[in-house]
């Protein structure tokens, strides 16, 4: 199995920043992409940031210049550095982590973790 524990969420005025952080463990042998989501109280869970063992990233129209996906394959960790933050930013954020497995080898994973809120509010 894999674990996948996010962290950093909190109360932030309007315009300020915040930053992210989800690290995965276990059963593991690589992962491939890894990704920040969130769900408003409401809403359907949506995607914001995903980022590739490569490199590669991809943000949601509404947080692009704002917010910056970045990750530390060695620790399978990845963070999300968020900035401008606004009101319409609050929600729940869910790290997700998709890869392959030690044991079964060679077997696919997608992970979710816990969640970590995120207000922001004056």
């Known amino acids: 199995q894999v674990q996948v524990v996010e962290s950093g969420g909190g109360l932030v005025q309007p315009g300020g920043s915040l930053r992210l952080s989800c690290a995965a463990s276990?059963?593991?042998?690589?992962?491939?992409?890894m990704g920040w989501y969130r769900q408003a109280q409401g809403k359907q869970r949506e995607a914001v940031a995903v980022i590739t063992s490569g490199g590669s990233t991809n943000y949601a129209d509404s947080v692009k210049g704002r917010f910056t996906i970045s990750r530390d394959n060695a620790k399978n960790t990845v963070y999300l550095q968020m900035s401008s933050l606004k009101p319409e930013d609050t929600a729940v954020y869910y790290c997700?982590?998709?890869?392959?497995?030690?044991?079964?080898?060679?077997?696919?994973?997608?992970?979710w973790g816990q969640g970590t809120q995120v207000t922001v509010s004056s």
């Open positions: 276990g059963n593991i042998r690589s992962i491939n992409t």
């Open positions: 997700n982590a998709a890869g392959v497995a030690v044991n079964p080898v060679g077997l696919r994973f997608d992970y």
